[in-house]
């Protein structure tokens, strides 16, 4: 399981001890309704499942790769996304 950390402020939103393989570089307001977009990728090549903690959710990520999760505020936790291949 990796660590999800956002890019600019330093953030960690899973608990200590996890590997550091996925980085969050974006979280922001979707451009309709209330709900949150957040960008993810994984930096050291490895394919791994990202838990984001608090929302409870899971993002199954490539090697390198990039997800990109709309999260509706107030959703049911423990919902897993799988990012399109």
Same mark, same amino acid.
């Given at each position: 399981?990796?660590?999800?950390?956002?890019?600019?402020?330093? %953030?960690?939103?899973?608990?200590?001890? /996890?590997?550091?393989?996925?980085?969050?570089?974006?979280?922001? @307001?979707?451009?309709?309704?209330?709900?949150?977009?957040? %960008?993810?990728?994984?930096?050291?090549?490895? @394919?791994?499942?990202? %838990?984001?903690?608090?929302?409870?959710?899971?993002?199954?990520?490539?090697?390198?790769?990039?997800?990109?999760? %709309?999260? @509706?505020?107030?959703?049911?936790?423990?919902?897993?996304? /799988?990012?399109?291949?």
């Amino acid at each position: 399981m990796a660590a999800l950390v956002d890019k600019k402020s330093g %953030r960690n939103f899973v608990p200590p001890g /996890q590997p550091m393989g996925v980085v969050v570089s974006e979280v922001k @307001k979707a451009e309709a309704g209330d709900d949150l977009v957040i %960008r993810l990728y994984e930096t050291e090549g490895t @394919k791994c499942t990202a %838990r984001v903690k608090g929302n409870g959710f899971t993002v199954e990520m490539t090697a390198y790769g990039i997800a990109t999760v %709309r999260v @509706k505020m107030g959703a049911a936790p423990g919902r897993h996304h /799988q990012p399109p291949d």
